[in-house]
Structures are given as C-alpha cells and as structure tokens.
C-alpha cells in the first residue's frame, strides 16, 4: 500500500524588507498580479486535499487564516528559523506515518510538475528525505547542494559560509524537501541554533540523516526561475512580470 502524504507550508513571516507604507500584511498576504503569494502555492499543491495542507503561520497569522479558512494551521511564535516552524507542525501531524512534503509560501513560480516530480522520485528511491534543487546556468547567492566523492547529497551550505570553492556550486537549494514523517521528527530533535541569527535551520536535517547512514536523494526537477521566493520588493516586481508573461503565453 502507498504512504499517505501530507504537506506542511511555511507561511509565518513577517516579510520586513516588504514594507512599504500603508501596506502591513504577512508576506505570504503580498499580492503579484491580483493574488496573495500563498494562493499561487496552494494552487500548484492542489493535488492533495487542503485539509492535508498544513500553513505554519506567525506574523499576523489570523490575517493568514481569514485568507485561507480552508485549510488547518498551526502558529509559530516566537519565529525561530525553519526548523523551529517545522517543530511547531509536529503535534497536529501526530500519529501521521506517511511522507511530508514542505514547501515555502513565498515562492508562487513553482509548478505542480515539480511537486509530484519531487515526490515520485523520493518514493522511487526509496529516500528518507528528497530535496528540491534547481541547476542555475551561474552561481546564485542561494544555499548549495554539496555532494560526496560519489555524487550523493552531503550537505546543504548556505551562500554567506560557502568556500570560494563551494560558491561556484550551481545546483542550488529551494528550500523544498520531502521527508519521511518519522525521520523527519527524528532529525528536527538534532538540530541547535550554532549560527549568527540563532535560529533552528531545516537545512542541517539532511545532512545529520546522512550521517546516521539514512538515503537522502536530490531531484532537480525545477529552473532556477521557478524557485524565485519573494524577500525585496524587487523580487514582488520580478515574479509579477514573469506571472504576467506566463498570462500572455496562454
């Protein structure tokens, strides 16, 4: 029988670099083209049920929940990294055995196709966690997909740590994972705040599940356009236009 699956969307942030005057919404509530970031996610994740979608929100997350009244939610206060949002996920998913997808509410370009890209390949190969990557055509200030002498996943090194060797990396993090329920809280409990902004990083999940001998697997299933999130108002601007083009196209 195949697992179930479940998806946990990261939606808490306040979005500080987006504020503009008179405007004080979550950053997930930004509007591109007509409709809130968050909508485009959960358009493209329309293949499970919404009450299977679980939106972790914080910043303003009541102005979150009237926006979306049909899916479950969870708040996470204080916002600690994205490890902690995930930890804040664990108890309403309590007793779910199946694999978790987690994707990030910010980034409305990404596809379906890569979702269930994603997802097919982590049952193919039978991983404990698959991530998301995208192959850029030059290094992008994002984190980095290492691999081992092999060619398997090591780890993921965010672009402020990265060697000079390391920022020549193209294939680069999305921030999207597949888990398995279990080895995900397994992983969540190892994780610590060893970093400047003292924050729990979801990123260190793969590599400590490498480390305890787990198979951990990388689908490049999507462009590097297609996992633009949203930080700047700048970038607000430049998924819109790639939004409006998509229109044009149809």
Known sequence: MEKGIKAIVLAAGKGTRLRTEGVDLPKVLRVAAG????????????????????????????????????????????????????????????????DILIAAGDMPLLPRRAYEALVAQHRAEGNVCTILAAVAEKPMPMGRIVRNAQGGFARIVEDQDCTAE???????????????????????????????????????????????????????????????????LEQLQEVEAYIEKGRETV
């Open 35 to 98: 409709r809130p970031l968050l909508g485009y996610v959960l358009e493209e994740l329309g293949f499970l049920e919404s009450r299977d979608i679980l939106l972790v929100v914080g910043y303003e997350g009541e102005k979150v929940a009237a926006a979306f009244p049909g899916y479950p939610k969870v708040f996470q206060c204080p916002q600690l990294g994205t490890g902690h949002a995930v930890q804040c996920a664990e108890g309403a998913m309590k007793g779910f055995e199946g």
């Open 166 to 232: 390391e920022k020549e990396i193209c294939e680069i993090n999305t921030s999207v994972y597949v888990f398995d329920a279990r080895s995900l809280w397994r992983s969540l409990t190892t994780l610590r705040p060893n970093n400047a902004q003292g924050e729990y990083y979801l990123t260190d999940a793969p590599a400590w599940l490498v480390g305890q001998g787990e198979k951990v697997g990388v689908c490049a299933a999507c462009t590097a356009q297609e996992m633009l999130g949203v930080n700047t």
